[in-house]
């Protein structure tokens, strides 16, 4: 069933905003929203874990849990989510620290 999704892809290569553009809407700079099945949101965050490098990207979706929504990161950024008790939250690391592992 399809479900509507949010990528927020900061620092990417040209052609991965435009395999995004394929899918979903651009409706600001980086800043991707669509209704896609599991499986394109699967592989289009494939796409873009591949493709990051430098950049960082986020990906949020609905989820069976108490928020509505779960959260998938990918490259180096400042904000990290953290599972505290089933609740997502976001850790701020320090500005020129590496971010943690991908949640």
Known sequence: MPSMIVISATAVPDHL????????LEVTPELYIGTVSARVRDE??????????EGAAVLA???????????RT????????????????IAFGKRNQEAAKPF
């Not at 289009?44 to 490098?53: E, G, K, N, Q, Y």
């Open 17 to 24: 905003r435009g395999a995004l553009t394929r899918w979903l």
């Open 44 to 53: 289009l965050w494939a796409s873009v874990t591949a493709c990051a490098a």
């Open 61 to 71: 979706y609905p989820a069976a849990n108490e928020q509505g929504f779960a959260l």
């Open 74 to 89: 990918a490259g180096v950024r400042r904000r990290t989510p953290i599972d505290f008790d089933g609740l997502t939250l």
